[in-house]
């Protein structure tokens, strides 16, 4: 398997614009996490699914911010209007069953000027 | 706040060493994970440790847990340069079981 994909890797956008980021969870894997990671505030967990389902979502910061997973291997995080305070590193991770380990993609790196 | 809590912030040792990284946690957990970050890249799972297990060991990782007093260690043996890397726990806990909380991780140096 090719492991957790991400795309774009690198998205440098201006303040006001719309984001999306993509994720595909390794096949057959049952729960798909999003997490962002800042020098400031470290990994913090936005939202998790279980089979497409949002499970929890307290971690999203603002509305500005909304996941979705249409079908069980694809989802997107979406920032609109992206601020410069969202810049950080976007992880997607996937797992087989509850308390299971997490695969993590290589993240997306934001950058919003 | 953070679930899982790493000590020290940052070590550095000499290559062949042992590292020593510790977590300690708030609350009663099902199970926690040491995952390793190198720079720039995504995280990887090194170790899952069930609440009912004391220690487990891969290769040249041994991870203990201690519930009692709600901490964990990762000991890292004959260390080598390529284990330069910030290492965190996350913990898996109750009624959030399914969602891990990750610490602020320990950056570990290894010099040649």
């Known amino acids: 398997d090719a492991g957790v994909i991400q795309s774009p890797r690198h998205e440098v956008t201006e303040m006001g614009q719309e984001v999306t980021l993509r994720c595909k969870p390794i096949?057959?894997?049952?729960?798909l996490f999003w997490y962002r990671q800042t020098m400031m505030r470290g990994l913090e967990l936005l939202i998790y699914?279980?089979?497409?389902?949002?499970?929890?979502d307290s971690g999203m910061p603002e509305d500005r911010f909304s996941a979705k997973m249409p079908n069980a291997s694809f989802s997107t995080l979406k920032i609109q209007p992206s601020e410069p305070r969202d810049s950080a590193v976007y992880f997607c991770?996937?797992?087989?069953?509850?308390?299971?380990?997490?695969?993590f993609g290589p993240g997306t790196r934001l950058l919003v000027l | 706040s953070q679930q899982g809590e790493e000590d020290p912030q940052a070590l550095s040792i000499q290559e062949g060493e042992n590292a020593t990284m510790n977590c300690s946690y708030k609350t009663s957990i099902n199970n926690l994970q040491w995952y390793r970050q190198n720079s720039g890249r995504g995280l990887v799972h090194l170790i899952l440790?069930?609440?009912?297990?004391r220690e487990k060991h891969s290769g040249r990782l041994r991870v203990t847990l201690d519930t009692s007093k709600k901490s964990s260690s990762l000991l890292i043996t004959a260390s080598r340069a390529a284990d330069t890397a910030s290492y965190f726990c996350a913990t898996d806990a109750g009624a959030n079981a399914g969602k891990s909380t990750f610490g602020d991780g320990t950056t570990l140096t290894v010099k040649p």
């Open positions: 991770a996937s797992s087989l069953r509850q308390l299971e380990t997490q695969y």
């Open positions: 440790i069930r609440s009912n297990e």
């Open positions: 699914f279980n089979n497409n389902v949002p499970i929890d």
């Open positions: 096949s057959g894997h049952d729960y």
